[in-house]
């Protein structure tokens, strides 16, 4: 049998420890923290939910009274006109984002595949898949938009078309039973979408590298696999789960430690300059909201990279995890991982860690 999700643990592992602290190269570790950032390697073990952080206690009346006196000073005109600009903009951005964490994912798997992290030469040879990748990724992320308002709203439409909603307290059993129903159906689609993300970046984007196909064409090979080996697989998304509960907890700390040296410093600054701009004169407008916008984005920025940067050894233990596991499944993957010494014969990667030693006999 190939290699089980349990063994391939200590693996990665060692490809950790090799690749990041032997030797310990400090460039490695930056380039390593812009990629994984970029290619959304972090997920939820980041804990980047920082908006808590920033709740300082602060003098909550020069406050109410600084904003009473200075957001009712701008247009309402001019505050729709800025809503607009921004929602289009996060939709323009998030759809570079998208492009670029597509890219950023085949350097990534470089990355780890061969312990040398380049993103100038990784970025202009993998063009051609990313661009494959962002189109899948776009389709997937349309589809699991559709499936929740599909989800939700079916459900929603039935109750208020029935009456439901217009007088609750008659309607509690259905009204608690259907949301009990819809609460699990949106767990269950949540689930499998997240499920089909995580094997086509372990599995797909591996041949989509190795072999110039498109996601589609991925996972239809990948389906052979899966119903081949369904214990398997069904085996390793159970330890990564494992894995990524452990990763969280531990990324989560320290993103906690270092929330508490850089959010808190930052916070007071930030209130030290709005009292600053009130004694100033300075009110609410344009140009202000757009400098308040544009530095907060730098400082999130700044954070986010910090905490990728302490995130590392994560970012590269699970692309490890994932390219060795799949390796004693897919040749290609194989040849590249356990290359053959020049002059020597072909030998095919071990299924399976080497047994101990045995223990001599006695002697007499």
Not at 249 to 276: E, K, Q, R, S, Y
């Amino acid at each position: 049998m190939p290699i089980s999700a349990v063994d391939t643990v200590s693996l990665a592992f060692r490809h950790t420890k090799e690749q990041l602290f032997q030797p310990l190269r400090f460039g490695q570790w930056t380039r390593l923290a812009v990629v994984g950032l970029l290619a959304g390697e972090l997920g939820s073990s980041g804990g980047c939910n920082t908006h808590s952080n920033f709740n300082i206690p602060h003098q909550p009346d020069t406050s109410r009274h600084f904003l009473s006196q200075t957001l009712p000073s701008i247009d309402p005109a001019l505050l729709a006109g800025l809503i607009a600009i921004f929602v289009v903009a996060g939709l323009v951005l998030g759809l570079v984002l998208m492009y670029v964490s597509s890219v950023m994912r085949f350097i990534l798997f470089d990355s780890v595949l061969v312990k040398e992290c380049h993103i100038r030469q990784g970025w202009s040879r993998r063009q051609v898949p990313g661009v494959r990748f962002f189109v899948w990724h776009l389709l997937y992320t349309l589809v699991m938009i559709a499936g929740i308002v599909v989800l939700v709203g079916i459900p929603l439409g039935f109750a208020f078309v029935v009456g439901w909603l217009k007088e609750p307290r008659q309607h509690l059993a259905p009204l608690i039973l259907g949301g009990i129903l819809l609460f699990l159906l949106l767990v269950i689609f949540v689930v499998t979408a997240s499920v089909v993300y995580v094997l086509t970046k372990d599995f797909v984007v591996p041949q989509m590298a190795l072999e110039n196909i498109d996601a589609f064409e991925g996972w239809r090979r990948l389906w052979r696999m899966l119903k081949a080996e369904k214990g398997g697989y069904a085996g390793y998304v159970a330890m990564k789960i494992v894995l990524a509960i452990a990763a969280a907890i531990t990324v989560g700390v320290a993103t906690l430690i270092l929330a508490l040296i850089f959010v808190i410093p930052t916070a007071l600054l930030a209130i030290v300059a709005v009292l600053t701009g009130k004694t100033a004169g300075m009110t609410w407008n344009v140009y202000t909201i757009t400098v308040a916008v544009v530095v907060g984005c730098i400082l999130l920025a700044i954070f986010l990279y910090l905490v990728a940067l302490i995130s590392v050894p994560v970012i590269v233990f699970f692309p490890a995890y994932a390219i060795y596991f799949f390796a004693a499944r897919y040749p290609a993957l194989s040849a590249v991982l356990y290359p053959v010494p020049a002059g020597a014969g072909p030998t095919a990667p071990p299924e399976q860690p080497p047994p101990l030693s045995p223990t001599p006999e006695p002697i007499g």
